[in-house]
C-alpha cells in the first residue's frame, strides 16, 4: 500500500514537472510582451520597452530591462528604469475573481516591494497599490537632471499607499518617503540659481484626494536650515503650472546664523519664540511666489 502511494505521489510530482516545463517552452513570450507594450502605450504618453519576459512558478511573470520613456523633440527621454520586476498573482483571490497579485522590483540600486490589487471600479472596488521603498539611490535617476537641469543623490526609503482607478480625480492615497543624507544641486528659481542644497534627513507625509494632494508633514533637517512645510498642492497634467498654497518654517542652524548675519539681523523680527522664520510660498510649482515682510 505505502508502495502504490509513493508510486502515484511520484506520478502526480512527475505530471507537475512536465507541465511547468512545457509552460516555460510553449510560453508565447514575444506575444504577451507585445500586448503589455502597445496597452501601456495605448492608455499612456509613455513609451514601453522590456528586455526579456519569462513565466514564474507560482503563476506570475518576470520582466528584465524594463524601459519608460518619454518622446519629446523626437529624443527618447527616460522616465523610469528598472533592471528587473517580477509579479506572482495570488491564488486565492484569483480565485474568487479578484487580480491580485505581489511584486517585486530592482530600480537604481534599490529594491521596491508591494501589492496591488486591479479592479475596474464598477462595484464600487478601486484599485489600489502599496509600496516599500528601500534604498533607492536618486543619483542613479537622470531624468529631472536631463529634463531639468537639476540633480539629486541621496537615498528614499519610505512607504506609497494609493487607492483609485487611475483617472486623476478619484485617485487617493498616502505617500510617505524619506531619505537620508542626501543634496540637491542645480536648482533654480524664476532663472535664479539656488545654492546646493546637502540635508541629514527629508521626511514627508503626503495625502491624495482627487486632484489634491495635501502636505501633512514634510520636513528637511539641511546642514545649515531646518525646514518644515505644510499647505496644499493642486496637481496637473502640466506639473510646472500646479497652484501652491504652502506655509514654510525655517530655523538656521548658529554657524550659518553667524555667517549670514547681517541678513538674519533684517530678519530679527520675523522670528517666534522657537526661532523659526514662517512665510507663505504660493503662484505655481514652477513659478513660485515667495513673500517675506519683516515686521515693522
Known amino acids: 500500500m505505502k508502495n502504490r502511494i509513493l508510486k502515484y505521489a511520484g506520478y502526480i510530482v512527475f505530471g507537475i514537472f512536465l507541465f511547468v516545463l512545457l509552460v ?3 510560453f508565447p513570450y514575444e506575444k504577451v510582451k507585445e500586448r503589455i507594450i502597445s496597452s501601456f502605450e495605448n492608455n499612456s504618453q509613455y513609451n514601453l520597452a522590456i528586455g526579456d519576459l519569462h513565466p514564474l512558478f507560482p503563476p506570475g511573470l518576470n520582466f528584465k530591462d524594463i524601459v519608460v520613456t518619454q518622446d519629446e523633440n523626437k529624443q527618447d527621454t527616460p522616465v523610469f528604469q528598472a533592471t528587473n520586476i517580477s509579479a506572482k498573482v495570488r491564488i486565492i483571490p484569483f480565485l474568487i475573481g479578484n487580480l491580485s497579485f505581489i511584486y517585486t522590483m530592482d530600480a537604481y540600486e534599490g529594491r521596491i516591494k508591494g501589492k ?10 478601486e484599485t489600489s497599490i ?23 543623490s541621496g537615498k528614499i526609503q519610505g512607504k506609497l499607499d494609493i487607492k483609485g482607478n487611475f483617472s486623476i480625480p478619484r485617485v487617493k492615497g498616502n505617500i510617505i518617503l524619506r531619505i537620508d543624507n542626501g543634496k540637491i544641486q ?18 514627508s507625509s503626503f495625502r491624495i484626494q482627487k486632484d489634491e494632494v495635501f502636505l501633512e508633514r514634510l520636513s528637511l533637517l539641511g546642514e545649515d536650515i531646518d525646514s518644515f512645510i505644510t499647505g496644499k498642492a493642486l496637481l496637473k497634467k502640466d506639473i510646472g503650472k500646479s497652484p501652491l498654497d504652502l506655509k514654510v518654517r525655517l530655523k538656521p542652524k548658529r554657524r550659518f546664523e553667524r555667517r549670514y548675519r547681517l541678513i538674519f539681523r533684517l530678519l530679527k523680527n520675523m ?6 522664520i514662517s512665510f507663505p510660498v504660493q503662484g505655481t510649482l514652477g513659478d513660485p511666489e515667495v513673500t517675506i515682510l519683516p515686521k515693522i
Open 24 to 26: 516555460y517552452i510553449r
Open 116 to 125: 496591488a490589487k486591479i479592479n475596474d471600479g464598477k462595484d464600487g472596488e
Open 130 to 152: 502599496t509600496a516599500d521603498i528601500h534604498s533607492v539611490n536618486l543619483t542613479q535617476y537622470p531624468f529631472l537632471q536631463e529634463r531639468y537641469g537639476v540633480s539629486l
Open 186 to 203: 542645480g536648482m533654480n528659481i524664476k532663472g535664479m540659481a539656488v545654492k546646493d542644497v546637502s540635508f541629514n534627513g527629508f521626511d
Open 271 to 276: 522670528k517666534d519664540k522657537n526661532g523659526y
